[in-house]
T-cell receptor
Framework: AQKVTQAQTEISVVEKEDVTLDCVYE???????LFWYKQPPSGELVFLIR??????QNEISGRYSWNFQKSTSSFNFTITASQVVDSAVYFC?????????????FGQGTRLTINP | NAGVTQTPKFQVLKTGQSMTLQCAQD?????MYWYRQDPGMGLRLIYY???????DKGEVPNGYNVSRLNKREFSLRLESAAPSQTSVYFC?????????????FGDGTRLSIL
């Protein structure tokens, strides 16, 4: 079964603090893809990053970084020096084969609030 | 650069009424998806269409029907709306259902069933 767990329902930090959003996944596929999406208060879903199961190299994009560890089935997301504009709901998702087709399975989301 | 366009953005229905949510994409994508988003549950797949002319059930298809009208358009129909279908509905598209490309989402339709 494919499953994504984001155990942190809500996180609240003060601006400029670093914050890490956890994502743990379950899959039996050997080839799969992991994604992070951002949903700001305006409601749209914004794609942030994709990582395939063969590439465990960490990635950094500005203040954002992602730590993929197959050994612990985790794909965590860190925001460095957080800003108020980072306030959003963040979703981790797994793309794998379900019932013969590749589908996205989403975690429950983590609501991140950055306070000034 | 419209991407994925959903209409309407908001709708209020009475129990038992029917409604069709429209979705169109201009990226020449092959696969399209309908999700619902409920508090604390993330996004759940209702139906998807791997290519023009095909549709398949997702995780929560009961109470819904879909039509892949052409490559651009994928509609979701509620035949007899129920309060449990109050949710935010998202349409998404991807270039290829088998690929690793990210899905691109519309802005959502907020639907309330009274």
């Amino acid at each position: 079964a494919q499953k994504v767990t984001q155990a942190q329902t809500e996180i609240s930090v003060v601006e400029k603090e670093d914050v890490t959003l956890d994502c743990v996944y379950e899959t039996r596929d050997t080839t799969y893809y992991l994604f992070w999406y951002k949903q700001p208060p305006s409601g749209e879903l914004v794609f942030l990053i994709r990582r395939n199961s063969f590439d465990e190299q960490n990635e950094i994009s500005g203040r954002y970084s992602w730590n993929f560890q197959k050994s612990t089935s985790s794909f965590n997301f860190t925001i460095t020096a957080s800003q108020v504009v980072d306030s959003a709901v963040y979703f981790c998702a797994l793309s794998g084969i379900i019932q013969g087709a590749q589908k996205l399975v989403f975690g429950q989301g983590t609501r991140l609030t950055i306070n000034p | 650069n419209a991407g994925v366009t959903q209409t309407p953005k908001f709708q209020v229905l009475k129990t038992g009424q029917s409604m069709t949510l429209q979705c169109a994409q201009d990226m020449n994508h092959n696969s399209m998806y309908w999700y619902r988003q409920d508090p604390g549950m993330g996004l759940r797949l209702i139906y998807y269409s791997a290519s023009e002319g095909t549709t398949d059930k997702g995780e929560v298809p009961n109470g819904y029907n879909v039509s892949r009208l052409n490559k651009r358009e994928f509609s979701l129909r509620l035949e007899s709306a129920a309060p449990s279908q109050t949710s935010v509905y998202f349409c998404a598209s991807r270039a290829d259902v088998w690929g690793n490309q990210p899905q691109h989402f519309g802005d959502g339709t907020r639907l309330s069933i009274l």
